[in-house]
């Protein structure tokens, strides 16, 4: 069976990702690179350079290349937030299947039109949430699937990652909450630390590779950085099906530490610091006696933008069923995304006082006071910030999300 054909619209940032995992299919004889689109010629020479003496035809308009290129069968779209929708639309609308980098949109109103657009094609759609696509994710979903922990009352992540002031000038968009006439809500949530609150959704389902659709949101977004949009987030949910869902996120951290999720069951529960230790408490039987289990990930497959690559090439080649994370199925986390900053109202600012800012390898870091032990408070209590008497913290009401197919309704810019 021939490689399955690809292009990818960008070459530098995490274009590189995806680049690289393209090269490793080609190793396996699963995917071969064809062309690309990028218009920053200058800055991206060296690369365009590797790439043309690889006989990878370079276009400086994607579109053009949607238009004239024929000789691919898939799309990557490695680009910023603002571009996913319109970018990912044009290559179904020319007739390609298509694998969008995370997250899927800015809104749910873009997102519902790629999904419609994916319809009219009768094309594959992937979203690169490649958490989903890990060992350590598996063993948790199959656990819950199977009654391990019992009926799942509540699932908790928690990310805590440090970033410079140098992370927020990479590009035009970082940091920002519109970037022209389009949205962009830059941050945590539609961000670096989406793949946890994508998780929770899945992990929360009771169907197996179907995330669970919320019945309401109620989230706190705050900045510390001197940016538009958030970097520390906290928000509660309720889905159809009962389930509890509890997100912190921040990128002001002390140091940046693994992603941490905790599933809660009737019968036992679950801890899992990403990508390597999974750990189970477990009531054995009528005598509630806990059964306590440990599961070395070490060395197992995490999850990897490469592993989304080959699946997606396996799915188009026949010979596995169904990608990880297929685009109609981002929708629950796009609601969620978008109704915490509908809940949230605004970004609240963090006062300075609060805040420490110092010269950190040639750039300026940003750290909240106490952010570790307001984090640890957090998931003991199942709370929000400002329900913990947290100072800078501001309450907000909880955003009902039945038919919600428009943003914003609540969430305004503010200076």
């Known amino acids: 069976m021939k490689p399955l054909r690809f292009a990818t619209i960008g070459v530098g940032g995490f274009a590189r990702c995806h680049l690289d995992a393209i090269r490793l299919l080609e190793e396996e004889g699963l995917g071969q690179l064809v062309a690309v689109a990028e218009n920053n010629v200058e800055a991206n020479r060296s690369d365009l350079n590797d790439l043309a003496a690889r006989n990878v035809r370079h276009y400086t308009d994607y579109r053009e290349m949607l238009v004239h290129e024929r000789s691919f069968d898939a799309v ?15 290559a179904f609308e020319a007739g390609y299947h298509v694998l969008t980098e995370k997250p899927p949109a800015a809104t749910i109103q873009d997102l519902d039109a790629m999904i419609v657009a994916q319809a009219k094609a009768d094309r594959l759609g992937a ?62 949530i539609l961000n670096p630390l989406s793949h946890i609150l994508n998780n929770l959704l899945f992990l929360a389902s009771a169907e197996k590779g179907k995330a669970a659709s919320p019945r309401w949101v109620q989230a706190e977004l705050y900045k510390a950085h001197p940016i538009e949009s958030e970097d520390t987030s906290c928000l509660t949910a309720e889905t159809e099906n009962g389930v509890r869902i509890y997100f912190y996120a921040t990128l002001c951290a002390e140091t940046s530490d693994d992603p941490m999720m905790w599933v809660i069951g009737s019968q036992g529960s679950a801890t899992w610091r990403f990508p390597s230790n999974l750990f189970y408490e477990v009531q054995e039987g009528s005598t509630g006696k806990l059964s306590r289990e440990v599961i070395d990930l070490g060395g197992i497959e995490p999850g990897t933008t490469t592993e989304v690559f080959r699946n997606f090439a396996k799915v188009l080649r026949g010979e596995e069923s169904r990608v990880y994370c297929p685009l109609e199925e981002t929708r629950s986390y796009q609601i969620v995304a978008n109704a915490a900053f509908e809940s949230s109202g605004r970004i609240h600012g963090i006062e300075s006082e609060h805040v420490l800012r110092k010269a950190e390898e ?45 943003f914003p309704q609540r969430f305004v810019v503010s200076s």
Do not use: C
């Not at 680009?79 to 929708?85: D, K, Q, S, Y």
């Open 362 to 406: 040639s750039s300026i870091s940003t750290t909240i006071k106490g952010i570790s032990t307001l984090f640890s408070a957090a998931v003991d209590e199942h709370e929000l910030f400002s329900q913990l008497g947290v100072p800078w913290a501001v309450q907000t009401e909880p955003f009902a999300t039945q038919g919600y197919s428009e």
């Open 127 to 188: 979203i690169g949430f490649q958490m989903l696509s890990g060992a350590g994710f598996a063993h948790l979903n199959d656990s819950i699937k199977t009654g391990k922990l019992g009926k799942i009352k509540a699932v908790i992540g928690v990310g805590q990652w440090r970033r410079l002031d140098s992370y927020y000038e990479r590009n035009k968009w970082a940091g920002r909450l519109r970037l022209g006439d389009r949205w962009v809500l830059d941050g945590p």
């Open 76 to 90: 990557t779209v490695p680009t910023g937030i603002p571009f996913h929708a319109p970018m990912t639309v044009a």
